[in-house]
């Protein structure tokens, strides 16, 4: 069974950086789509940034392009997030997914721009992430 773990949230001032790891473990694919999520208090979910492990190939929303930087790290199954320049507006509980039997991260960026991603194939527990002004 698919098990995502993720970590590494916590409260930052405007302006600050944090860095959120995803933990992956029980199953041994080695090429599939894993992307980061949000979600803020009364809103939908959102999708913010996504990589394919086989290529590399890594996508952004435009909310956060150019200030998140998404990597995966093979030898440790663990998926990152590094968040710079945060606004108060990156308020959210994050999550982690993975959709693991597409050749592509299509799915994961249809969120980017409001479609659902309800059909991925693991989520984790969320980690809570406060930008303060």
Do not use: H
Request: a neutral charge.
């Amino acid at each position: 069974q698919v098990q995502l773990r993720e970590s590494g949230g916590g409260s930052v001032q405007a302006g600050g950086s944090l860095r959120l790891s995803c933990a992956a473990s029980g199953y041994t694919y080695t090429r599939y789509c894993m992307g980061w999520f949000r979600q803020a208090p009364g809103k939908e979910r959102e999708g913010v940034a996504a990589v394919y492990t086989g290529t590399g190939s890594t996508y952004y929303a435009d909310s956060v392009k150019g200030r998140f930087t998404i990597s995966y790290d093979n030898a440790k199954n663990t998926l990152y997030l590094q968040m710079n320049s945060l606004t108060p507006e990156d308020t959210a509980m994050y999550y982690c997914a993975a959709d693991l039997f597409q050749t592509d991260c299509s799915r994961v960026t249809n969120a980017f721009v409001g479609q659902p991603a309800n059909a991925l194939d693991a989520w984790g527990q969320g980690t809570l992430v406060t930008v303060s002004s």
